[in-house]
């Protein structure tokens, strides 16, 4: 089976798609099948090295005027999927969708989130959370992007969510639950780990990780931490939000206590883990979230907020510790109180390393390739 893997994003970059998207290529390419991907990059990595993976990636130029970029990206896809037996988009749906009216390929697509719902909150349009999004109606802009994302989902021959939660969400979009297939995320296991050398000279170090976009609420998490003084913050990632985020540290007089990492490495973010005593995701949504799997597998206690998929994957007490988003004063008692024990924090890393025994990397791919190489042989006899 020759594959065309779409995507978003991508390393250097990081994010679940930029972790999965490696994992899942290089796992299919195993099985025997044929990848490319082709991706969206910063202007400074569409010349990256790609001669760590095993198959050809495609960079194309995000920071393209927005009135030139879909049909930019339409015509890209339309060049690579040309002689490919499927397509399997992470991401820039819409034009993958348009794209494929003339290609006629049996589409696939993973969905972690709504991608109508990140663009209308990053550009400030709406206040709401992702589930009031669903269900609140909005202003002719913001009504056009939930219709271009439904429309977009709907062309997809099968739909794959990381979550149970996003499943229900997902075919609220006019999409046929029989279409849709969970398959959980999942990291590969790193033998060895070496703690990165952090900037902080504080005796407990906080990791948290992810774009610095409104729904993470890193902003949260700096003001939860900040009468915790033995408490220092790492922060890997970058965003829109980075400049305010970095102005309340200065106000809140924590310039000794924050350290901003910035986009880094997977090696580099997980050295950073394993130099930590906890990992912290204060997110409004998450669909299930690739960075708590990688946070578990370098044996780190977790504390997350009860959202979207995370339940899923989070078990309270067992595995982790799970808090309200709406209340940051529970989320920094709950910190505290882990700061404080020990023990309740080797309690939670021994739980997450036996959690991850169920999110297994070999599983999820199977799982991926067998939906993958079904829907090309249902589509081929269908003709």
Known sequence: MK???ITGIFPPDIGGPATYVPQIAKGLMQRGHEVRVLTTSEPENLSHDEREYP?????????V?????????IQQIRHYGADVDVIYANGIFWETAVANWGLHKPLVMKVVGDPAWERA???GWVQDNFEEFQQHRYNLKVETLKWMRSWSVRQADRIIVPS???ARWVAGWGVDKDRISVIYNAVKQFPEIHPGNLPLTTPIKVVTVGRLVPWKQVDKIVEAIAPLKQVGLVVIGDGPERGGLERLVENLEMGDRVYFAGQRSQTEMLGFMAASDLFVLYSTYEGLPHVVLEAMSVGLPVVATAVG????????????RLTDPKSYQI?????AELIESTSQRQQL???????????????????????????????????
Do not use: H
């Open 3 to 5: 594959l065309l893997l």
């Open 55 to 63: 198959f050809p990636v495609v960079r194309m130029n995000r920071r």
């Open 65 to 73: 005027p927005l009135w030139r970029r879909p049909w930019e990206y």
């Open 121 to 123: 909150t990053n550009r």
């Open 164 to 166: 149970c939660y996003l």
């Open 309 to 320: 998929g995370t339940p899923e994957l989070v078990r309270d007490g067992e595995n982790g």
């Open 331 to 335: 989320f920094g008692k709950i910190v």
């Open 349 to 383: 890393a021994e739980g997450a390393k036996r959690t991850m025994e169920e999110f297994s990397l070999q599983k999820m791919v199977d799982d991926c390739a067998t939906l993958l190489e079904r829907k090309l042989t249902t589509i081929v006899k269908d003709v």
